[in-house]
């Protein structure tokens, strides 16, 4: 048992620090089912006291930014018309919010990453400097949120359309439109991708991603099955206690909630990118070094 925590614990601190396997080979990598459906979990547990540290902070800047562009937490509770500094629910209010947040987040994974994940230590000064590096986390942060919504568009597209009388349009029509319910699947074969964005390193090209992950989509379906399940549980408890705080204290558990609700935001948010992180490291550094 001391072995395998051992070889848990060997795996998880050479997480950002293994060396990248910089070949053109194109070999399918099989993955065990255990690092990747547990180790990002692990790599969220590691350094969590380092989180903390990181995510305290950042999530004071989103609570602020919350409470200005009056689009906090509580907004969206049946007692919104309480809520502190007001709320608006203008769309545009509402997607400059989401905007800044994320590129607040941008920022909080770059350092979470280099600190928590690589165990580097903190450096304040560089926390809070706009980096090119945090755009391109940005940038990428859309483009999975865009492959979230694609089966939501597709939905809506298909619920909406009016039927053509001509087979051939019809048809072409409904294969466009409902490619929105699978091109997320072949998405997250290219996770990994983002790991490179937030190490800062060059990617190999994208027909090797294709390659290495075959024979592992299942594997890396159930890992992020795994992962939603987990939020949703940690999300669910927090609405719980954020609505008998927000009733029961008012404006100031109105302020802790909405500080609490930031916090497991970027919570979420690191532990989806710790599914690519170890996607990252399994496909293409810890297997160069096991072979």
């Known amino acids: 048992m001391s072995k395998i925590g051992e070889k848990i614990a060997a795996k998880l601190k ?4 293994a060396e990248f396997l910089d070949d053109t080979t194109q070999n399918p ?3 065990p089912f255990w690092e990747l459906s547990f180790l990002p979990i692990g790599i969220l547990i590691y350094r ?3 989180f903390l540290k990181i995510a305290s902070l950042y999530a004071v800047f989103i609570s602020l930014l919350a409470f200005i562009s009056q689009t906090s937490y509580v907004c969206g509770l049946y007692n919104s018309e309480n809520a502190f500094l007001g709320c608006q629910y203008s769309l545009v209010g509402y997607i400059i919010f989401f905007l800044l947040r994320l590129l607040i987040t941008a920022m909080f994974l770059r350092i979470w990453y280099k600190t928590a994940v690589c165990g580097g230590t903190i450096n304040y000064r560089e926390m809070f400097t706009l980096t090119k590096t945090d755009w391109k986390i940005w940038c990428g942060m859309l483009i999975v949120i865009f492959f979230v919504c694609l089966p939501a568009i597709s939905m809506y597209l298909l619920l909406e ?4 009388p001509d087979w051939r349009i019809e048809s072409l029509f409904f294969a466009i439109a409902s490619s929105g319910f699978w091109l997320p699947f072949i998405g997250l074969r290219y996770s990994a991708v983002f790991a490179f964005v937030l190490s800062e390193e060059k990617r190999p090209n994208l027909g090797m991603f294709w390659q290495r992950t075959t024979g592992n989509t299942l594997k890396i379906i159930v890992s992020l ?3 939603v399940i987990l939020n949703a549980i940690v999300f669910m408890y927090f609405a719980s206690a954020a609505s008998y705080m927000i009733e029961h204290v008012s404006v100031f558990g109105e302020v802790i909630s909405e500080w609490l609700y930031s916090v497991i935001y970027l919570l979420m948010a690191a532990s989806f990118c710790s599914l690519a992180i170890i996607q990252k490291e399994a496909l293409f550094s810890w297997y160069a070094v096991n072979k």
Not at 14 to 17: C, F, H, K, P, Q
Not at 161 to 164: G, Q
């Open 14 to 17: 050479s997480v950002g620090n």
């Open 29 to 31: 990598v099989s993955v």
């Open 48 to 50: 969590f006291k380092q």
């Open 161 to 164: 359309r009016v039927p053509n």
């Open 225 to 227: 099955t795994l992962m």
